[in-house]
């Protein structure tokens, strides 16, 4: 088991920046590959970025790609989704989500925390 703690979330002005943080406690959080998702305003759960055991792959959703940098530090057990020229659709809550293994192809998480909200203001 792992239980995961989401915060740095906020209010903040379009084109402004947020650096959203994952603290994992329980088992050993290199054996996890860790991924943020997010839920906007009248849509589904939708992946936003995830990075494997080591952070030496990451994926993205296109529609974040360029905006988003998803990193992770072992060593504090931490997972982090860096957010650059927030948009008003980027409104919503950010989940972080961990899994034993990592697949570019699968969304397929285990463990989720409780979302920490993001809002743009434009």
């Known amino acids: 088991q792992v239980q995961l703690v989401e915060s740095g979330g906020g209010l903040v002005q379009a084109g402004g920046s947020l650096r959203l943080s994952c603290a994992a406690s329980?088992?050993?959080?290199?054996?996890?590959?860790m991924g943020w998702f997010r839920q906007t305003p009248g849509k589904e759960r939708e992946f936003v970025a995830d990075?494997?055991?080591?952070?030496?792959?990451?994926a993205y959703s296109g529609s974040v790609k360029g905006r988003f940098t998803i990193s992770r530090d072992n060593a504090k057990n931490t997972v982090y989704l860096q957010i650059n020229s927030l948009k008003p659709e980027d409104t919503g809550v950010y989940y972080c989500?961990?899994?034993?293994?990592?697949?570019?192809?699968?969304?397929?998480?285990?463990?989720w925390g409780q979302g920490t909200q993001v809002t743009v203001s434009s």
């Open positions: 990075i494997s055991m080591s952070g030496a792959r990451t």
């Open positions: 329980g088992r050993t959080f290199i054996s996890y590959a």
């Open positions: 989500a961990a899994r034993t293994s990592y697949s570019p192809t699968s969304r397929q998480y285990d463990y």
